[in-house]
C-alpha cells in the first residue's frame, strides 16, 4: 500500500489512515505493545515469503497476530533466552498455564500411545489425561513422584511420554528429573516438566535433560495476580510438532497480555529470593507449632527429598503446605462425622479473617494466600495418607506481619475446637 499524506481523502478513509505512521526513531527501555490482529505487506512477494516462513516455524516470522507481533515474539524470544539458557529451543505462548499443559500434550500423542503422569501433577492435568486424552485413546498411568528411576519398570513399548512436575503440587515431592529423563532419552520417550513452582531463577529443566518445560506465566513470570498467560519450551527437534499442533488450535496471547509478562519478568529474581527468604522464615515458624504435624517445603531439611532439592535447584519458591495435626480434632470425639465437621470448622478458621492471607486459588503473584487442600481423588500410585492439609502462599509482605497473622489463625482454630 502506498499513502501520500498530502492526498486529499474523505473522512471515512482519515479516520482509517490518520496516524499510523509511527515513529521509527523512537526507541524506549520497554517493548512497546502492539495490538494486531492483521500484518501489512508491501508486495505479494513478501507476503507469500512470510507465509512460508510461518508455515516452517521461522523465528520471528508473522503474517497475523495469532502467529506474533513484536510485543508477544519478544516475549518468545525472553522465553528462549532465559527458561532455554544455553539449549537450542524455542517457545510458543498460550492464553493460560493449563492451555499451555493441554497443548503441549495434544502436540505429541496420538491415539494407542501410553501416558505417564505423576500422581503430584497439577489436578487440572489429570483431568486432562482422564477426560479428553483418555477420550482420544490415550492410555495414562500415574506414577509416585519419588519413583526416579524406578520408572522403568512402568514403561511399556507404547509409552510415548513421561509427564513430570517437581515439586508436586500441593505435597512438593520433588522428583528425581535427570534420572528419568536419561532413561527415557535412551528408551526414545519424551520428557515434559511442569517447570512454574521453580521459576527458571531457581531451576534449569534443560540442564536436567527434559524435552520441554511449560510454564504459567500467570504465576511468577506475570508476579502481580493481573495476567492469565502460559508457555511451552521445547527443544528444537518437537518444534515442528508443538508449532502445528498451535497453528491448528489457534492458541496465540494478545500484546497487552505479554507486554504485562515482559513487564513483571524484570523483577522476577528479585522478587523470587524475596519469596524465598519470607517462605522460609514462614516454614521454620510452622514446624515449631504444635498444631502442625509436617511443613512441605522442600528447603527444609526435614523434607524427605531435601538432598535433591539442593541437588538440582537453587532455590525454592513462595509456595508450600503444611499438615494439621489429625489428633487435634480427634480428641473430643470420636465419631468420623462429628470430627469431619470439627475439621472443616477448624480450616475455616484458621483461613477465613486473616489480615494478609486471603483465601484464593492462584499463586506467585506478589500477595500472601491461603488454601484448604484437598487432594483426596487427586492421588492414586500415592495416596495421601497425613492429616488435612494447607497450602500458603507466602507474598512479599512483611515477615512479621505474615507470621502474626498466623498466628491468630491457630488461636482461631483453638477457638473454633473449644467453642
Ligand atoms: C503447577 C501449576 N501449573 C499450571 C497451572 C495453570 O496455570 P493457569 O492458572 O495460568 O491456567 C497452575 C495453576 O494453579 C499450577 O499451579
Not at 501520500?4 to 523512537?26: H, M, N, S
Not at 535447584?313 to 513462595?318: D, L, Q
Not at 486473616?354 to 483465601?359: D, L, N, P, V
Request: proline share 5%; charged share 20%.
Amino acid at each position: 500500500m502506498s499513502r501520500d499524506p498530502g492526498f486529499e481523502r474523505k473522512a471515512a478513509t482519515r479516520v482509517a489512515e490518520a496516524g499510523r505512521d509511527g515513529d521509527a526513531a523512537f526507541v524506549a527501555a520497554s517493548v512497546g505493545v502492539h495490538r494486531a490482529s492483521t500484518v501489512l505487506f508491501d508486495s505479494l512477494a513478501a507476503t507469500e515469503a512470510a507465509g512460508a516462513a510461518v508455515a516452517a516455524g521461522r523465528r520471528r516470522a508473522t503474517t497475523y497476530g495469532t502467529v506474533g507481533t513484536p510485543t508477544t515474539m519478544a516475549l518468545m524470544d525472553a522465553l528462549c533466552e532465559i527458561e532455554g539458557a544455553g539449549h537450542a529451543v524455542r517457545a510458543s505462548l498460550m492464553p493460560s498455564g493449563l492451555a499451555a499443559i493441554t497443548t503441549a500434550l495434544l502436540a505429541m500423542l496420538e491415539p494407542g500411545d501410553h501416558l505417564l503422569v505423576t500422581d503430584s501433577s497439577y489436578g487440572p492435568t489429570r483431568v486432562f489425561a482422564d477426560g479428553m486424552l483418555a477420550r482420544l485413546g490415550v492410555q495414562t498411568t500415574y506414577y509416585d513422584p519419588t519413583i526416579g528411576a524406578g520408572i522403568e519398570a512402568l514403561l511399556r513399548p507404547e509409552t510415548k511420554l513421561i509427564w513430570l512436575e517437581s515439586p508436586g503440587s500441593y505435597t512438593f515431592e520433588v522428583q528425581d528429573v535427570p534420572a528419568i529423563c536419561a532413561l527415557a532419552r535412551r528408551r526414545g520417550i519424551v520428557t515434559m516438566i511442569d517447570n512454574t513452582w521453580a521459576s527458571p531463577v531457581f531451576a534449569r529443566p534443560f540442564d536436567w535433560g527434559v524435552d520441554a518445560s511449560v510454564l504459567a506465566l500467570t504465576k511468577y513470570w506475570g508476579g502481580h495476580s493481573d495476567v492469565l498467560m502460559g508457555a511451552v519450551v521445547v527443544r528444537e527437534t518437537l518444534w515442528p510438532m508443538l508449532w502445528n499442533a498451535v497453528r491448528q488450535l489457534g492458541q496465540c496471547a494478545s500484546g497487552d497480555d505479554a507486554w504485562l509478562v515482559l513487564r513483571g519478568l524484570r523483577s522476577i529474581d528479585a522478587r523470587m529470593r524475596q519469596h524465598q527468604s519470607n517462605a522460609l522464615e514462614v516454614a521454620r515458624w510452622l514446624e515449631a507449632r504444635a498444631e502442625v504435624a509436617s511443613v512441605l517445603y522442600p528447603a527444609l531439611p526435614s523434607h524427605p527429598q531435601h538432598e535433591l532439592w539442593r541437588r538440582d535447584f537453587s532455590g525454592a519458591s513462595g509456595l508450600l503446605s503444611f499438615e494439621l495435626d489429625a489428633t487435634l480434632f480427634r480428641r473430643a470425639t470420636s465419631e468420623p462425622v462429628q470430627q469431619a465437621q470439627r475439621e472443616r470448622a477448624a480450616l475455616a478458621a484458621f483461613c477465613e479473617k486473616r489480615r494478609h492471607f486471603a483465601i484464593g486459588y492462584s499463586w506467585g503473584g506478589f500477595e500472601s494466600l491461603v488454601m484448604p487442600a484437598r487432594i483426596d481423588r487427586m492421588r492414586t500410585a500415592k495416596p495421601w495418607a497425613g492429616g488435612p492439609l494447607v497450602r500458603l502462599h507466602v507474598g512479599l509482605e512483611d515477615i512479621a506481619d505474615l507470621i502474626g497473622d498466623l498466628d491468630e489463625g491457630f488461636n482461631a482454630i483453638r477457638g473454633a475446637l473449644e467453642g
